[in-house]
Each structure stands twice: as C-alpha cells, then as structure tokens.
C-alpha cells in the first residue's frame, strides 16, 4: 500500500527528475544556440563522420551555387574514402568569408586549409602572402593534374595568376547576363534591348509599381554595387583604375578613373533607374539573395543577373512564380553619337580556390582543390547548373541543355574584369561607400563621385604610385 507519505515522496522525486530533464534541455539549447550566435551567417555543410586516421581539410568560401554542386559531388563519390580525408565546408556571405579569412589569415590559426577568393581580391591576398603558390604541386608527378590548358584563359590569367605565378584555380565564374521576362515583354510587344537606350525605355514602359518594376538593381553597399555598375563603366569607355581595368591614354596611370566626363555620365544613367522608380524601393539593400527574390517573385522585368540567379533558381517551382518566363542575352551595349555601337561588357571573374598559407595539410589541401575543379567532374558539373570556368564546360549538349551558356561564352570575348591590384579593395570602399550614399540621399552624382575620386587618389594611389609607374598591373584587362 502507498502511503500519504509515500506519495509525497514520490511526488518530489517525480518533480525533480522532470526538473533536471528540462534543466539538461535549456542547458543543450543555450549553447547550440550561443554557438549559432557567435557567427549567425555561417552555414556548415554537411560532412561525413570522420575516423580517427582521417585528416580533415575545412574550406571557407563564398555560399556559392557552384561550389555546393562540386562539393556534392565529392560526397556522392569515394574521394574521401580514398585519400582518408574528411571535408568541410563553412558556407558564407561575401562580407564575412571576408572577415572570416583575415582573422584566420592574420593570426596563423591555420582554421582554414581552402580559401575561395572573388577576383579583384586576388592581389591584396596574394602580396599579403596568405596564399600558397600551386607551382610545388604542379611539378610534383604523383599529384593529380589541375588540366590548367582547360581553363578559359580570361579566367585564369585574371582569377589565378599573379606575376605569372599561378595562386588559385578559378571556378563559379560570373559574367553579367541580362535576364528578362518573357511573357511580360512578348505581351508588351517587344524584343529584349540591345542597347542601354532601349534597356531603359523597355524599364520604362514595363514599369508599373508595386506590381512590376522595369530593371532592378544590385545595389546593396559594399563590392556588390561596385560589380554591379563596372560594366556601365566600361561600356561608357570609363573604368575604375586606369592602367588595370581600363587604359585612358589622356589619364596618368594608376589614378582614378570614374570621374572622366563619360564616367560620370555612365554613374549617372544607373542612378537615373533609381532615382525615377524604374527599380523597387528597397533595390539599395539588394545582395545576393534579396536580389534574386525580387526576380523569383516576379516583380522585376529585367536586370543584370548575379550568377547565382542565373538558371536553376529561377526554374525550382518552390521557390520561383517565374518558371519558365526567364530569357538571358549579352548586357546591352552603348550606342554612341555617331551611332557606333559598343561590344557588350561583361563584369567577368570567379570565386577562386586557394590554399591557404598557414594549412597545416596543404598536399592534401591540394588534392582537394584538384577533385573540385577538376576536368573529371566537368560533365555532371555543369549538367547540375554549375557555373563554366573551363572551355569543355561549353559543349554543344551543355548548351542545348542550358542556353544561358552561349550568352556567358559569347560575353567573355569582350568583357572586363575588375582591378585586383593589391589597393583595390580600399578603392572599391570609397567608391561604393560614396555612390550608395548618393543614391540614398539624392545628392548630385558628378560631384559626390568627383570628391570620391580626389580621396582614392590623395590616401591610396597616389603614395602606392607616386611616379605612375605600372607595378603589379593585369595586362589583360586592359584595352
């Protein structure tokens, strides 16, 4: 028989163990979610439980579409079986890859073994020493093969190479497409624009806001509308660093060159479609993923479509009210006075593969890098929506597959890629902090930028290059 006593007893103990269970839980949950908190942008993939033998080599690049169909690819295979190492990967935003690579790189912590660089940045991180050269690998014979003669040469020599050095592989390349709805401009009754005229003239009178807005923009501050207005630049015949983006024949070399009188007037006519309501209001706070958003919940007619926008997010029916109504072509062009037309300029680069300085694996490190941008996965690599750095991505069935491939190799020829001078990123603070406040606050174009100008020239190139001199240049962006 239970006593009163006996189940007041049993009360209490049943209270604390149903106490310390919660206990436990709140303990559990406070710090998964403080650990979540210490970096909330990060995202992890999935990787493989590793053996005790195994080495483990962690990258840390840019949350990238085609690095996730790589890396998938390496766990769909028996790569890691093989060469006993386990991978992961620490998926970010562009900003806190960023950060996350110059804390690592800067206290020799060695967290990282890959790096994933954008293009520009190629130069601060190569003459920072935080990259290994690949020279070693390649002449070592019991390594796999880079197939570096498959590369497109553009990529290579303006996302690889420094002083003929070779320092990362190139892979989810970008070149500016411009994407267009289909249905709105055939019930509309017109054709895709070819030049920036009509570009804003079909933005014009497809506008109809809150529902459809002509072009958007990618605008957020930071390098996204730095890469987001380079081609107008260059289709303007201006750039921003004359003597490695651009060479103006009557500008010193390694001195500003937005603020001539047709940089000027390129920063302009972008700042017209924000500025008369062609884009959405929030247009000035669009990355990546609020960019691609606007385009998936068709809202926007047109724009100049980040990479990872291109094809499978616009088609993924969960996500998407666009599918099958997104068309890609070559950027417009400039039509000059004269009535020359300009060749379409195309922003080209990719977000490189490099072995950091301070991995504690770097051979394996180098296998890893091999297998993901390798020739021998090219195939299903591209067949699975990856972005083509190599020229046998660029088959006759990839292309039947994916026609947005032809506008990508055809804007090659003629595009540019943006400086990677090791001053580059400082420039490109100056210049995108200035325009997006610009843009925010309404204030004149010419002399916000002008000013701009006259600041990177004073703190930065100047004293980088008292004499003009063309140190560390990319000879093949310029014309």
Same mark, same amino acid.
């Given at each position: 028989m ?5 189940? !007041? ?24 979610? @403080? ?15 590793? !053996? /005790?033998?195994?080495t ?30 386990? &991978? ?9 890859? =960023? ?20 293009? /520009? !940045? %190629? ?6 020493g ?23 040469? =553009? ?9 003929? @050095? ?9 070149? !500016? ?21 009509a ?6 009178? %497809? ?7 002509g072009?958007? %923009? ?10 987001d &207005? *380079? ?8 750039g ?8 103006? /024949? ?14 000027? +007037? ?14 959405p ?12 958003? *606007? ?36 950027? /417009?062009?400039l ?10 300029? +195309? ?8 072995i ?18 390798g ?5 299903e ?24 491939l032809?506008?990508?190799? =055809? ?14 990123p400082?420039?490109? @603070? ?5 325009f ?8 004149p ?7 701009? *100008? ?23 962006? &310029?014309?």
């Amino acid at each position: 028989m239970i006593t009163k006593a006996s189940k !007041s007893t049993l009360f209490v103990l049943t209270l604390l163990s149903v106490s310390g269970l919660i206990a436990f839980i709140i303990i559990v949950y406070f710090f998964s979610t @403080k650990k979540e908190a210490i970096s909330p942008t990060l995202q992890v993939t999935t990787a493989p439980v590793k !053996s /005790p033998s195994q080495t483990t080599i962690t990258i840390a690049a840019l949350n990238d579409h085609s690095l996730k169909i790589a890396l998938k690819l390496l766990r769909d295979s028996d790569f890691e079986e093989l060469n006993d190492i386990n &991978v992961e990967a620490v998926l970010l935003e562009f900003d806190p890859m =960023v950060q996350a690579h110059q804390l690592d790189l800067a206290t020799d912590e060695g967290r990282y073994d890959l790096v994933s660089i954008d293009q /520009p !940045s %190629l130069g601060h991180y190569v003459t920072q020493g935080w990259v290994r050269p690949l020279d070693k690998f390649l002449e070592d014979s019991s390594l796999p093969s880079l197939a570096i003669d498959d590369l497109v040469p =553009v990529l290579l020599e303006a996302c690889g190479e420094w002083n003929e @050095k070779l320092y990362a592989i190139p892979m989810g390349s970008y070149g !500016s497409l411009l994407a267009y709805r289909t249905d709105v401009l055939t019930a509309a009754g017109l054709q895709p624009p070819m030049t920036f005229a009509a570009f804003k003239m079909i933005a014009q009178k %497809l506008n109809s806001p809150p529902d459809l807005y002509g072009v958007a %923009l990618f605008a957020h501050e930071g390098e996204y509308i730095t890469a987001d &207005v *380079a081609p107008f630049l260059w289709s303007w015949g201006s750039g921003l660093i004359n003597g490695s983006d651009v060479n103006l /024949p009557n500008k010193p070399m390694f001195r500003v060159a937005w603020d001539t009188s047709e940089g000027i +007037a390129a920063l302009e006519f972008y700042a017209s479609l924000y500025k008369e309501g062609l884009t959405p209001p929030d247009t000035l706070e669009f990355d990546h993923e609020r960019y691609i958003e *606007a385009f998936q919940s068709g809202k926007v007619a047109m724009g100049i479509m980040p990479a990872e926008g291109v094809g499978l997010p616009m088609e993924n029916p969960v996500v998407s009210k666009v599918v099958g109504k997104i068309a890609y072509t070559t950027l /417009p062009r400039l039509e000059k006075a004269d009535g020359t037309i300009m060749p379409p300029r +195309a922003g080209l680069g990719a977000h490189s593969l490099a072995i950091s300085r301070n991995s504690k694996h770097p051979r394996e490190a180098y296998l890893v890098l091999q297998f993901l941008t390798g020739e021998n996965i090219g195939h299903e690599y591209i067949n699975k929506g990856g972005r083509p750095f190599r020229n046998s991505h660029f088959s006759k069935d990839a292309i039947a597959k994916f026609p947005y491939l032809e506008p990508i190799r =055809v804007g090659m020829k003629t595009g540019k890629s943006r400086p990677n001078i090791p001053e580059y990123p400082a420039i490109s @603070k100056i210049f995108y902090t200035a325009f997006h406040s610009a843009l925010k606050y309404g204030v004149p174009v010419a002399e916000v930028m002008r000013a701009a *100008a006259h600041k990177a020239n004073k703190e930065i190139l100047i004293p980088a290059y008292p004499d003009n001199s063309q140190r560390l240049s990319r000879s093949s962006t &310029v014309d």
